[in-house]
């Protein structure tokens, strides 16, 4: 069974950045497309940025050119370097893996990593 560890976060003030990362465990990670979450206190989780197994991007409007999402399948990691951070970005950030076939989530979610951007 894969299980994800994300780490990076912290507190920061708005306009400030930071990269997360999140690890694999497990064979195959070159396999999947890896997806980055976000979940806001009291929303539900939601797709933040994408990175095909054929080295595509995909983001959500709110962070294009903000966010950069980009793997290393040799370390089995999956990073977001996030610039220009506002305070809408807290929340916390959840790595997980799509299949073949487009289904998003495919392996348990791990803990995440907590994300504040206040001043």
């Known amino acids: 069974q894969v299980q994800f560890v994300e780490s990076g976060g912290g507190m920061v003030q708005p306009g400030g950045s930071l990269t997360l990362s999140c690890t694999a465990s497990?064979?195959?990670?070159?396999?999947?497309?890896m997806d980055w979450y976000l979940q806001a206190p009291g929303t539900q989780r939601e797709l933040v940025a994408s990175f095909s197994r054929f080295y595509t991007t995909n983001y959500t409007d709110s962070v294009k050119g903000r966010f950069t999402i980009s793997r290393d399948n040799a370390k089995r990691t999956v990073y977001l370097q996030m610039n220009s951070l506002k305070p809408e970005d807290t929340a916390v950030y959840y790595c997980?893996?799509?299949?073949?076939?487009?289904?998003?989530?495919?392996?348990?979610w791990g803990r995440g990593t907590q994300v504040i951007v206040s001043s």
């Open positions: 497990g064979a195959y990670f070159e396999f999947y497309d």
């Open positions: 997980n893996a799509r299949d073949f076939r487009g289904t998003p989530a495919v392996f348990p």
